[in-house]
């Protein structure tokens, strides 16, 4: 799904509005079901410039100790557009998966000083025991590649 054209009652991930899509996440409200749903939430926490929510989806052992953002930085995020998710891909080829990883390839656009970018990533998810919930699962973004 790609978010070209969005509208202002679109969520910035692209999906129906805020409030029906990433605005529970973000808000504490309710837990991404998937490794997608959260890459989703994290792609609109980037646009709200939302640190907290960053920090507590991005998994302890690879969270940077420094901030994620910088407030300084003159970015505007464009639009994203999903890739594929492996587990798809893995159930079309009939591969054994394990349910509480995934990965999510996507690209983001993006403006910095009126400069366009892309970021191309395949990002790893790991649904696992969050103890700020009291153990209750949970999805954390991991780490990512970038390919060519």
Not at 45 to 52: H, M, V
Not at 80 to 85: H, V
Not at 90 to 106: G, H, I, W, Y
Request: with cysteine; net charge positive; hydrophobic share 30%.
């Amino acid at each position: 799904m790609s978010t070209k054209n969005v509208s202002p009652g679109t969520c910035p991930c692209g999906g129906p509005s805020l409030a029906a899509c990433c605005g529970p996440y973000i808000a504490g409200a309710a837990l991404p079901p998937t490794a997608e749903a959260l890459m989703r939430s994290r792609y609109t926490a980037y646009t709200q410039r939302n640190e907290d929510y960053l920090r507590a989806t991005w998994h302890p052992r690879t969270r940077p100790q420094d901030a994620i953002l910088d407030r300084d930085e003159n970015l505007r995020w464009l639009g994203l557009e999903i890739k594929s998710a492996l587990r798809l891909r893995q159930r079309k080829a009939e591969l054994p998966e394990n349910p509480d990883s995934d990965t999510v390839e996507f690209v983001a656009r993006f403006k910095v000083g009126g400069r366009a970018h892309r970021l191309h990533e395949v990002s790893r998810f790991l649904r696992e025991p969050d103890p700020d919930l009291g153990g209750t699962p949970r999805w954390f973004y991991l780490d990512g590649t970038f390919p060519e």
